[in-house]
């Protein structure tokens, strides 16, 4: 290990022409934390970028949380290295590292006001007064929070709270932010402002934000990529669209949004088309993967958005008609949620298919109801193919 | 609506009773006392005189109150016997107080930092000496204290000593034991508070940038100030009080107050005195309990 990181190092010198904006800003190098047997982070390695929105999205006890506080330093890796700018911070203590934290819960000093909260950090790091009183007043600012300075944090309203919590971990100008989940405590409304307020902020500091988060739709608004985590392991690092749209695994294709799978086998291969024969939906005729497929047994996923449905099948496309997968079946649930409707197809083999469409226009005469036959269709390129 | 109807009533008479008991149990006994410390000394039964007697008429109990003197207040403040008295119990308060503190601030926060299934274990280690008679705990005290007592044994034995020390009926004898007998009060309320201390706060202080030591005195300690009053408060109240533990365990060469008023009640059968140095007690205390009073209403309007 030492050898090799010694190798490396060396490796890296020997290569000055490598570009310096390449070089992650933060490496998470084959990371293991152990709680007793159980491995909440498991030989995790993943890079983030300076300047990048980071989420770690996962269920809860996926590790994402641990991952996180291995970063801040409330946690020491039991193997690997974490490099923050080229240097293994691993075994650093949380109040030497040049990052902070933003808490879940806040963990605002309830027996100092707003404006020494925000300068506790700054006096521990020995900044002059006069420094300090510009440097709160630049964050009370940048956080909107003018008038509030002498209020005690039980004085302040949770969305309050959250603005001095930010400040707080903002002021000493941390290499990276962590924000444990930040918004879980606020209401739906507040939340999604903040969330866009978050981006702002990031974007308009040019800092490195590293989120951890179990709500997707907040990982999708705030993050430029996001890395899934599950059973202490990163299953795929991604943009938002690819995560959504190029699932790498069947377990992320069900954990981001809904999906449905259709399990079969691969029958044949012509032309960028693969033929896959499947139990509940006949044959699937799906736009082949750019990976290469090696198994036989394969999943057909297809988000509910590309399934459309209509009284006779789709409106004849000459160049894809032959391509177009046509399924027939009764609806049998119609879910109006106000921008799409939800509808449940149940196919002729007994398998359920969810089909969602937007509601474009205000009086919908196309609506179907319960009990309406109808055919679902979605293109080849609408599927997505997973191995098991 | 209803439901208000319902417990009115119930709720009205329960907020009476403690009133009711202040008055009953407090104020009435306390109206006593204050009448004997305005009285006189008397070879009678009682004790003193003026008596007030119903039964005489009215210009009877007018004369019995022209009677009342404020002589024996006079006393205590020119006697030197009760100012040293009252000023002992003071120092011995204050002094077994601190040591109170600077033993139980760290056993509390030692406690509140045991995984969450030690701490009820710890707790009950703490409590447990309850299940004794506190009489008993002292002269178990007397016992391991005395000449030929467990410590002189143990300290001959080991060579420390080369002959018995005296312990008993000295200052650090009584010392050991006030300290002995208060420590769980000290320790339960300091307890209390830094169990309820959100561990996050002390990993923000760090996040911050705090060492140990400095997220200590800069978050926990300040944090903790509620429950040091409490304890403090809750132990010096009582100890400047205190009788049976300097009675047995101090020498006899100076007193503290609860011993010099059992003096004049028992041994000089001088009611009006005793009387008179237990109102002038009662008034030194009514500082730390109106302070003692003032937190724990504070506390409850936080915690609501």
Known sequence: MGLASEMAEEFSKTEPQQDVADIPLLRIDAAVKKFGTFRAVDRLSLDIRAGEFFALLGPSGCGKTTLLRMLAGFETPDEGRILLGGEDIAQMLPHQRPVNMMFQNYALFPHLSVRDNIAFGLKRAGMPRPQIDIRVAEMVALVKLEGLEKRRPDQLSGGQKQRVALARSLARRPRVLLLDEPLAALDKKLRESTQFELMELQRRLGMTFVIVTHDQEEAMTVADRIGVMDSGRLEQVATPRELYEAPVSRWVAEFVGDINILEGQLETREAGRLMVSTRDAGTITVAEPRHAVTKATLCVAIRPEKVKLSRRGPVSDALHSHAINRLEGVVTDVSYLGGVTSYKVKLDSGAVLRSSMANTARIDIDAYSASQRVVAWFTPDDCVVLEQ | ?304
């Open chain 2, 1 to 304: 609506m209803s439901t208000r109807n319902i417990f009115a009533r119930p709720a009205r008479l329960a907020a009476i009773a403690p009133w009711l008991w202040m008055l009953l149990f407090f104020l009435v006994p306390f109206g006593f006392v204050l009448k004997i410390s305005l009285s006189q000394t008397a070879i009678a039964q009682p004790p003193y005189v003026p008596v007030f007697d119903l039964t005489q008429g009215f210009a009877a109990i007018k004369a019995a109150l022209a009677a009342l003197s404020l002589d024996n207040f006079k006393l205590l403040v020119s006697d030197d016997l009760y100012v040293l008295s009252y000023l002992r119990s003071l120092v011995v308060a204050a002094v077994s107080t601190s040591i109170l503190l600077l033993i139980g601030y760290p056993v509390a926060y030692g406690m509140a930092r045991l995984p969450q299934r030690w701490q009820a274990v710890a707790m009950m280690l703490v409590i447990v000496p309850f299940w004794t008679s506190f009489l008993i705990r002292i002269y178990a005290w007397i016992n391991i204290l005395q000449h030929d007592g467990l410590l002189n044994k143990i300290l001959l034995a080991l060579h420390l000593v080369s002959a018995p020390v005296v312990w008993l009926s000295t200052d650090s004898a009584m010392y050991l034991g006030i300290v002995y007998s208060y420590l769980p009060f000290m320790i339960l309320p300091l307890y209390a508070t830094l169990a309820k201390m959100e561990p996050s706060l002390l990993e923000a202080a760090a996040d911050l940038g705090s060492s140990p030591r400095q997220a200590f005195w800069l978050v926990t300690f300040p944090l903790s100030l509620p429950g040091v009053a409490a304890g403090v408060l809750l132990c010096f109240i009582p100890i400047v009080g205190e009788f049976v533990i300097p009675d047995l365990l101090a020498g006899s060469d100076s007193l503290m107050i609860g011993q010099t008023l059992w003096l004049e009640f028992f041994t000089n059968k001088d009611w009006p005195v005793a009387a008179a140095a237990a109102v002038v007690l009662l008034l030194l205390l009514v500082l730390p309990l109106i302070l003692y009073d003032r937190l724990q209403r504070r506390q409850l309007e936080q915690a609501r």
